[in-house]
């Protein structure tokens, strides 16, 4: 089946510094990925959709300069929290879909865990 | 109120026990419907699709009731290797999926 990685999986850091987070799908070209924060006991909430070549489309509430999202490849795509906070820690989930729309299968990445002292 | 709505539980039960778990939706033009398992510090995985004619993959059975917007899943003869979180997962009618807060279950011996 379709394998997306995401690295890297955890990552602690000071608050002020920004962190890269890198989704690749490993076996297929994927024309949109999706990136997914899970705060503890609550439901992943999708944060942004990007598309191959085309600027991210952000969810209402998710500020697109604090969180740059990167599509450059059929395989990669890229979320970089700029100056994280504690507030930014959470579980970041990416998925990754063949087509070029919502209605094709989602696969998901392993997660990266981000902890901002 | 949210749009995808379950019982978190946590759900306790003797291993070999039936446990079923429910899922109310607000969105009437939602399109499909799925149930995802969650281990912990894990990423969701697909565990089925739901359908109004109800599905079955085994020890497990979802129902769809589109006229009262309710999802279930029914989960029989439970296995220590089932304690999960069980995400109730909607497509909305943008294609976009919402998830539920998800529902704890632990089987214990």
């Known amino acids: 089946g379709a394998v997306v990685s995401q690295h890297p999986s955890w990552v602690i850091c000071k608050s002020g510094t920004s962190v890269k987070i890198e989704c690749r799908s490993l076996?297929?070209?994927?024309?949109?990925m999706f990136w997914y924060r899970q705060f503890p006991k609550q439901s992943l909430m999708l944060m942004a959709t990007?598309?191959?070549?085309?600027?991210?489309?952000?969810e209402q509430g998710v500020e697109k300069d604090k969180f740059l999202i990167n599509h450059a490849s059929l395989t990669l795509s890229t979320l970089t929290v700029t100056s994280a906070h504690p507030e930014d820690s959470s579980f970041y989930i990416c998925?990754?879909?063949?087509?070029?729309?919502?209605?094709?299968?989602?696969?998901f990445g392993p997660g990266t865990r981000l902890t901002v002292l | 109120r949210k749009e995808v709505e379950q019982d978190p539980g946590p759900f306790n039960v003797p291993e070999g026990a039936t446990v079923a778990f429910n899922c109310t939706y607000s969105?009437?033009?939602?399109?499909?419907f799925f149930w995802y398992r969650q281990d912990c510090r894990k990423e969701p995985k697909l565990l089925m699709s739901?359908?109004?004619s109800g599905n079955e993959d085994g020890r497990f059975t979802a129902q769809l009731n589109r006229a009262s917007q309710y999802i279930s899943l029914l989960i029989r003869d439970s296995k220590l290797s089932d304690s999960a979180t069980y995400l109730c997962?909607?497509?909305?009618?943008?294609?976009?999926?919402?998830f539920g807060q998800g529902t704890t279950l632990q089987v214990k011996p």
């Open positions: 998925s990754a879909a063949g087509g070029t729309g919502f209605s094709d299968t989602q696969y």
């Open positions: 076996d297929f070209q994927a024309t949109t």
């Open positions: 990007s598309n191959e070549g085309s600027k991210a489309t952000y």
């Open positions: 969105n009437s033009a939602s399109q499909s």
């Open positions: 739901v359908y109004s």
């Open positions: 997962v909607v497509r909305g009618n943008t294609g976009k999926l919402i």
